[in-house]
């Protein structure tokens, strides 16, 4: 089946440094997203970049299909950042398949 | 700003028992899926729906069943409920209409304890 591998599992961050999320896929043929998991266990879409690079606020993704790997960089942390971060693929299948996500803390 | 709810948002079962799952959305979208969170898995997909009468079993459907007799409306049913089965299950609706605009949106959560 396709796999998406996310890295690193966890990171600790001191507030204002910046955050680099990889996302690793098995498929070329994604719907590539990106998800934050709130600590209360709400979900939202952060992202859809099937390919390039998109910005909003301090979050920039960029996916490059061809390399299967997308990346989610977050600037000047701050610990209402804090979350679990996932990218999810749909292989065209429409059957999306999520990574086991970066679990982010933020310190203040 | 799009919409999908779940009922209950708590669920205490006990193994054998039947448990229903509900879900709303007022998205209008036509995809609508479910999916089980445990820690070190993620979230897995257990059934999705294309439309009103369509279910598809997603990557761990055993166990579960679904049904979607509206666009607004799927729902998760546990015949028989397990243990294992104790989780905190999310739904989302999702616009998929190829080469567009891509975005899920999910419910709150429900979380199912089975003793």
């Known amino acids: 089946g396709q796999q998406v591998q996310q890295s690193p599992a966890s990171l600790v961050l001191q507030e204002g440094e910046n955050a680099e999320l990889q996302c690793n896929f098995s498929?070329?043929?994604?719907?590539l997203q990106w998800f934050y998991q709130h600590p209360g266990g709400r979900l939202v879409s952060l992202f859809y970049?099937?390919?390039g690079t998109k910005h909003t606020g301090r979050l920039t993704s960029t996916t490059v299909t061809n390399e299967r790997r997308s990346s989610l960089h977050i600037s000047s942390s701050q610990t209402t950042d804090s979350g679990t971060y996932f990218c999810?693929?749909?292989?065209?299948?429409?059957?999306?398949?999520f990574g086991t996500g970066t679990r982010l803390q933020v310190l203040p | 700003e799009a919409a999908v709810t779940q009922s209950p948002r708590n669920k205490v079962a006990v193994t054998g028992g039947k448990v229903t799952l509900s879900c709303n959305q007022t998205?209008?979208?036509?995809?609508m899926y479910w999916y089980r969170q445990d820690t070190g898995h993620g979230l897995r997909l257990i059934h999705y729906?294309?439309?009103?009468?369509?279910?598809e079993k997603g990557d761990i459907p055993d166990g579960y069943k679904a049904s979607r007799p509206s666009q607004e409306n799927f729902s998760l049913i546990l015949e028989l409920a397990t243990p294992s089965q104790t989780s905190v299950y999310f739904c989302?609706?999702?616009?998929?209409?190829?080469?567009?605009?891509?975005?899920?949106?999910f419910g709150p959560g429900t979380r199912l304890t089975v003793l």
């Open positions: 989302a609706s999702g616009d998929l209409t190829g080469g567009r605009s891509y975005e899920q949106y």
């Open positions: 498929s070329t043929a994604t719907r």
């Open positions: 970049n099937p390919s």
């Open positions: 999810a693929i749909d292989p065209n299948t429409n059957k999306v398949v």
């Open positions: 998205n209008n979208h036509n995809n």
């Open positions: 729906s294309y439309g009103a009468g369509s279910t």
